[in-house]
């Protein structure tokens, strides 16, 4: 596991706690952490494997469309 850590700058301690959860919400750290959470039967994990897989796609395709549009 890899290591997170904020420098906290003039004692600004709500601008150094907005940066670590933005860090680790980056990092899946919560998303890991829910879904350890509670048991996940297989045929639950395949069907949510394969909707992230479909989600990354649609993404990646409407970006591929908008740098065809720019052009």
């Known amino acids: 596991m890899k290591e997170i850590a904020v420098k ?21 750290l919560f ?8 048991y996940e039967k297989p045929s639950e994990y395949r ?5 992230e897989a479909q989600r990354r796609q649609r993404i ?4 591929k469309r908008m740098r065809t549009r720019r052009s």
Request: hydrophobic share 30%; net charge positive.
């Open 8 to 28: 906290v700058e003039d004692n600004d301690l709500e601008k150094a706690m907005r940066i670590l959860k933005k860090k680790i919400q980056n990092d899946g």
């Open 60 to 63: 990646a395709e409407a970006k």
């Open 31 to 38: 998303k890991r952490l829910r879904l350890k959470k509670n």
């Open 47 to 51: 069907r949510r494997k394969k909707r």
